[in-house]
């Protein structure tokens, strides 16, 4: 009589998680730095510096940096579970939770660049002249 060992399967709260928080996370992302921009180009903000540059821009890399962080970690964790879940299921039928897991990390990678590439225009092109 031979004895597998349990397979470890993916907490759903957890694949949930790493599935959804790519479109979140930039959805708030994208809210913030585009109410940063408007509400701080009509308060004057622009005028405000803070290491050379203006207290809009330096929080917009803050924020840039931060969700590109975030991002990109969920994608490498749901990528080191899809690839352990991957191997384990080589003798096992394929599961749902595999699917969600590459998708996850897809997602979360394609939001890591789609939010690096939101900063571009504020961080290097010129802002506030439309007011």
Not at 31 to 60: A, D, K, N, P, T
Request: hydrophobic share 45%; with cysteine; charged share 15%.
């Amino acid at each position: 009589m031979t004895q597998t060992t349990p397979r470890r399967e993916p907490h759903s709260r957890r694949l949930w998680f790493m599935f959804l928080s790519g479109p979140v996370i930039y959805s708030v992302y994208f809210l913030v730095v585009y109410s940063l921009g408007e509400f701080g180009c009509f308060s004057g903000l622009q005028f405000v510096g803070l290491f050379g540059w203006s207290i809009i821009r330096v929080g917009v890399a803050a924020l840039t940096v931060v969700a590109a962080l975030v991002t990109f970690g969920v994608g490498f964790a749901s990528f080191r579970s899809w690839r352990r879940t991957r191997q384990e299921s080589k003798e096992h039928d394929e599961e749902n939770s595999q699917f969600m897991l590459f998708v996850a990390t897809g997602l979360n990678g394609l939001f890591t660049v789609i939010t690096l590439l939101t900063s571009v225009p504020m961080l290097l092109g010129s802002y506030c002249q439309w007011i």
